[in-house]
């Protein structure tokens, strides 16, 4: 039944938006005359590695910087690329994704590698089912790049603000993902563009009936600015050394 609704889905989302997927690419184009697309090396079930799609909204070879994490003042992001985040017309093209069976519509955000290798054992729960378009987080933090605004180092707050939550908000959809739960979701990811605040409210009111405590609904409502914490699994924050390291690691120095 999830995998009929995907395609049902993906299909009747990619003849909708085509005007407009057709328009945002055009533009893109026109700045630089690059490719529109970007392909998005990501994890996906089971840690398998896969190529997701994305209208391109940065400067061309952007992630050769090693950032991961953008906030809304990131320099790599074009005039072009901030609208085309802003009205989230960059996450279109994976909907190809879920036609191939990559990805589904309702499901944990996929991350690149570099994240992957730092999960918790508990965190790696997240990999036991397809990654989504949208989830649970993806509502939540869809002010991601305002949350990253004034950081000196996005990866390291991303780790230390937001993956903590974001993590225990997939693990638990993971735990309670059902055909019903992801049609919820799905009506919620839509009204959270037009009414933001009704929305986390609603969702506070989902999370604390499938067992979230009183903090991680306080966190889903927003009430209070994120703080540190650590991630599932473990007991301390995420260190500076610890995201470094993986760098390095990453680059191969």
Same mark, same amino acid.
Not at 2 to 23: E, M
Not at 44 to 51: D, K, T, Y
């Given at each position: ?93 994976? @909907?190809?994704? =879920?036609? !191939?069976? %990559?990805?589904? *519509?309702?499901?944990?955000? &996929?991350?690149?590698?570099? /994240? ?99 903090? @991680?609904?306080? =966190?889903? !409502?927003? %009430?209070?600015? *994120?703080?540190?914490?650590? &991630?599932?699994?473990?007991? /301390? ?17």
């Amino acid at each position: 039944m999830k995998r009929g609704l995907d395609i049902a889905l993906s299909i009747a989302g990619l003849i909708a938006t085509f005007p407009v997927l057709a328009i945002a690419a055009f533009v893109i184009w026109l700045q630089d005359f690059r490719s529109p697309f970007y392909i998005a090396q990501r994890v996906g079930q089971a840690g398998a590695p896969f190529r997701m799609f994305k209208l391109r909204s940065m400067v061309a070879n952007a992630d050769r910087t090693g950032v991961d994490s953008t906030s809304r003042t990131d320099v790599r992001l074009t005039p072009v690329g901030s609208v085309v985040r802003k009205l989230k017309l960059d996450e279109i093209p994976q @909907l190809f994704n =879920v036609l !191939r069976g %990559e990805m589904t *519509l309702v499901g944990p955000r &996929p991350n690149v590698e570099r /994240e992957t290798r730092l999960y918790t054992t508990e965190e790696r729960r997240l990999l036991s089912v397809r990654p989504g378009i949208t989830d649970i987080s993806s509502i939540v933090f869809a002010d991601l790049g305002d949350i990253l605004s004034d950081s000196g180092n996005a990866n390291l707050d991303y780790s230390q603000l937001v993956r903590p939550w974001k993590s225990r908000l997939g693990l638990l959809y993971v735990d309670h993902a059902s055909f019903w739960l992801d049609l919820k979701l799905i009506i919620l990811t839509v009204l959270g563009v037009f009414w933001r605040s009704a929305t986390l409210s609603i969702l506070a009111r989902l999370a604390r009936s499938m067992g979230a405590d009183g903090t @991680l609904c306080v =966190v889903i !409502r927003r %009430e209070k600015p *994120l703080a540190p914490a650590p &991630p599932p699994g473990r007991d /301390e924050i995420v260190s500076e050394a610890e995201v470094l390291r993986d760098a390095v690691v990453k680059v191969g120095v």
